[in-house]
């Protein structure tokens, strides 16, 4: 179908906000503000090799890793769209050490991942963005650390964008999840993905194997089982991991997969931060009707304790996850195996 036949992600919101008679159009104009900086960012992505902006820039960030200059550049044009909005309250990025109060009287907090995957940038691999909207507790009480630290259950909105052959952006305010295409000649994203929907069979599997003798016994015996799969049929469940959470679990999305981040002897807690990257993540997958946990209950209902919390993280497919989850259960409760 002719893009130009398509609808747009603008027609689409709007649609969405005539259909919430509660909507006061501030949470619409919060999206358009996330998708004008992603815009932004899709812009010097796509040019990252040209205009020279690949590298580090000898700095590094409150998690210690070398911080690239498009992350840096994804971070502002987040925080500047966000502020000049007035309704976005509070931020938490992974580029910044702590959350940062930008518009007291503003409703929502917004938390992101400016640029996942960053370290793909140099050998133009795919990169993406990943953010969660929640509503303040309390608009009439001053902002506290509370409000940043909500349990996931507790979003408005969730969603990434993939800067890869093409750029989408992905997301869900709990009513299904729906994908829109860029189409850079008029700047604008249409839908080309309705209502996602996950394979409820797994066709790949995303984890960085080379860390097995790392991983708790639940995961090496549930890697043993796919093992054994394999033995039998090698197209069983087929490896594909590329180093960039969006765009593993994009793939495993539309496709059918499971990714699996999980904790080691030396990190129980894993690489991946529960706030912007597990629980937008683990929102979409169930409403794509996949599941997302950290190896003991679902990603959605724990309790943050910190900003730039760590989490084991394991998610997509329903039907895998649960395979996974029965060896986890049988270590939980010491079950012999
Ligand atoms: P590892 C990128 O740095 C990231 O945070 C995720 O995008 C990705 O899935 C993961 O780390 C890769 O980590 O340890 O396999 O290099």
């Known amino acids: 179908m002719p893009f130009h036949k398509r609808v747009t992600l603008q027609q689409f919101i709007a649609e969405t906000e005539r259909q919430a008679p509660e ?3 501030e949470f619409s104009q919060l999206l358009r503000e996330i998708i004008l900086a992603v815009k932004y960012i899709h812009y010097e992505t796509s040019r990252a090799g040209i205009n020279q902006i690949l590298g580090r820039t000898g700095s ?3 998690q210690g890793e070398e ?8 971070h502002e044009q987040l925080v500047r769209s966000l502020q000049l909005s007035g309704l976005a309250a509070v931020l938490g990025s992974e580029e910044a050490d702590d959350y940062e109060v930008v518009n007291p009287a503003g409703r929502y907090v917004v938390l992101f991942d400016p640029l996942d995957g960053s370290s793909n940038i140099d050998v133009s691999m795919p990169v993406g963005t990943i953010f969660s909207i929640y509503r303040r507790l309390d608009p009439d009480r001053p902002i506290t650390e509370a409000d940043v630290l909500q349990p996931g259950r507790r979003q408005l909105a969730a969603g990434y ?17 729906n994908g829109f295409t860029l189409e850079p000649t008029v700047g604008e994203f249409f839908l080309t993905h309705p209502q996602l929907q996950t394979p409820e069979q797994a066709r790949y599997l995303s984890i960085n194997a080379a860390a097995r003798s790392q991983f708790p016994e639940a995961v090496r015996a549930y890697l043993d089982e796919v093992d054994a799969r394999h033995a039998e049929n090698p197209d069983a469940l087929k490896p594909r991991y590329v180093g960039a959470l969006v765009a593993d679990f994009h793939r495993n999305l539309l496709e059918g997969g499971i990714f699996l981040y999980p904790g080691t002897v030396a990190k129980p807690a894993g690489k991946l ?20 946990t950290d190896g003991q209950q679902p990603i959605l209902d724990r309790q ?3 900003l730039h919390e760590r989490t084991p993280l394991v998610l997509g497919s329903k039907a895998e996850v649960e395979r996974f989850l029965y060896f986890s259960a049988r270590e939980l409760h010491n079950m012999p195996y």
Do not use: C, M
């Open 23 to 25: 909507a006061t159009g």
């Open 161 to 177: 964008v993939l800067y890869g052959t093409s750029t989408l952006l992905v997301y869900t305010t709990g009513h299904g999840v």
């Open 304 to 306: 943050p304790q910190k």
């Open 67 to 74: 911080v690239q200059k498009l992350d840096v550049f994804a």
């Open 273 to 292: 931060r529960l706030l912007y990257e597990a629980n937008p993540l683990a929102w979409i997958i169930e409403q794509a009707g996949g599941l997302a």
């Open 60 to 62: 590094r960030n409150v």
